[in-house]
Nanobody, 116 residues
Framework: QVQLVESGGGLVQAGGSLRLSCAAS????????MGWYRQVPGKSRELVAS???????NSADSLKGRFTISRDNAKNTVYLQMNNLKPEDSAVYYC??????????WGRGTQVTVSS
């Protein structure tokens, strides 16, 4: 089993920054992909960014230039640096970890609220 714990969410003013962290624990095999989705009430979950254990990244085109994903494989931790935040970035951000052909593991989510 794998457990994921997110941290770093909170309330920030528009234009500010936040750094989310997600630490994975348990039995973790490589290769794997870790990343972030976000969800607002009434909408489906959307991909923010992902990064493989080899370092390849993928992110939503609309967020490139403001959001950066990184990971520390030794700590089994993935980070999401969010800059120049906008009110529309307000959402619950969920961390996940997946391996090819397997059901992904999910964290419980961390709330990000950006005030205008």
């Amino acid at each position: 089993q794998v457990q994921l714990v997110e941290s770093g969410g909170g309330l920030v003013q528009a234009g500010g920054s936040l750094r989310l962290s997600c630490a994975a624990s348990g039995t973790i095999f490589s290769p794997n992909t870790m990343g972030w989705y976000r969800q607002v009430p009434g909408k489906s979950r959307e991909l923010v960014a992902s990064i493989t254990s080899g370092g390849s990244t993928n992110s939503a085109d609309s967020l490139k230039g403001r959001f950066t994903i990184s990971r520390d494989n030794a700590k089994n931790t993935v980070y999401l640096q969010m800059n120049n935040l906008k009110p529309e970035d307000s959402a619950v951000y969920y961390c996940y970890l997946e391996r090819p052909g397997r059901i992904p593991y999910w964290g419980r989510g961390t709330q990000v609220t950006v005030s205008s």
